[in-house]
């Protein structure tokens, strides 16, 4: 995805801790964080867009760590260390709570039909507990199930389909969209898809990289194709060029995510980026540049 959330990451030489002594240290820092309410723990959001209007529909929670002593810790530092215990499902209801809050925060403000994205852990989604945990976090937050959106990642679906797939459709059911995360760097086949009940497919920002390169294009034009006609929404993220937006719009995108479209935002920041769009024409999608002073 865009800069990293709390998605899963696999634990690899170039993303872990160098040693497991730091990794522990992470664990138990992170634990101590997480006990203390989420000390240092707060949340980015990165907007989504209508791929045709512009207008934001959605914002993908992002979270972000300013570790006692040590000062902002990169995420691909941290979410791996807490993916090889059960703190990653501490840190996932830490994030959903506070995603939900913030849901509660942009009714106020008016964006009362903005969804929220928040990334789900495999670890979590295999526990058995994740629709408990979903359904506890929507009743204390008093939010409609229509409006929030987990995204799961297509490794971890097809780890164990029935039973994997019983626990998504309870969620459907609850009303929450679900949507699979970084499609195309997995092993789903498009065959699958008709197995998984989902509402919408993020193709990963490596396809589209290359855009409008004729290949890529051929690519995601067949998965939006294929999509559509299972009623499944297509988002593209990594869009990073107004090439590539172009692009993406003429294969049939619904929406579009990136660092073209908008940078996460802080909270507060994201009803006047909202209204800072408002009369933003169809042509142009890119966030308005501060004028020069």
């Not at 993908?60 to 902002?72: T, Y």
Request: charge should be negative; proline fraction near 5%; glycine fraction near 10%.
């Amino acid at each position: 995805m865009i800069a990293r959330s709390c998605s899963p990451v696999p634990i690899s030489p170039s993303t872990a801790p160098s040693a497991p002594r730091e990794r522990a240290q992470i664990e138990e820092d992170l634990g101590a964080a997480l006990t203390a309410g989420g000390a240092g723990l707060f949340l980015e959001y990165q907007p989504v867009v209508d791929a045709a209007s512009g207008r934001m529909v959605e914002v993908e929670a992002l979270v972000r760590w300013d570790r006692a002593g040590q000062g902002r810790c990169q995420p691909d530092s941290f979410i791996p260390a807490a993916e090889a215990s059960d703190l990653i499902i501490r840190l996932d209801r830490w994030v959903l709570d506070a995603a939900l809050d913030q849901l509660r925060v942009l009714d106020e403000a008016g964006l009362g039909e903005i969804r929220m994205a928040v990334n789900i852990s495999g670890r979590h989604l295999l526990s058995g507990t994740l629709v408990e945990h979903v359904t506890q976090a929507l009743a204390a937050g008093g939010c409609d199930p229509g409006r929030l959106s987990l995204e799961l990642t297509e490794t971890v679906l097809l780890t164990d389909l029935p039973s994997v797939g019983v626990d998504v459709q309870r969620l459907r059911e609850l009303g929450v969209r679900v949507s699979i995360d970084d499609f195309g760097t997995g092993y789903t086949s498009l065959a699958h898809l008709q197995h998984l009940t989902v509402d919408e497919l993020k193709i990963d920002r490596s396809f589209v990289w290359q855009l409008p390169d004729a290949g890529d294009g051929s690519l995601v034009r067949l998965v939006t194709e294929v999509g559509h006609q299972l009623g499944i929404s297509i988002v593209a993220e990594g869009v990073e060029t107004e090439e590539q937006l172009s692009a993406l719009r003429d294969l049939g995108c619904d929406a579009l995510q990136g660092f073209f479209i908008a940078r996460p935002l802080a909270g507060e920041n994201i009803a006047a980026w909202h209204r800072s769009r408002a009369g933003t024409m169809q042509g142009s999608l890119a966030s308005p540049r501060p004028s020069a002073t």
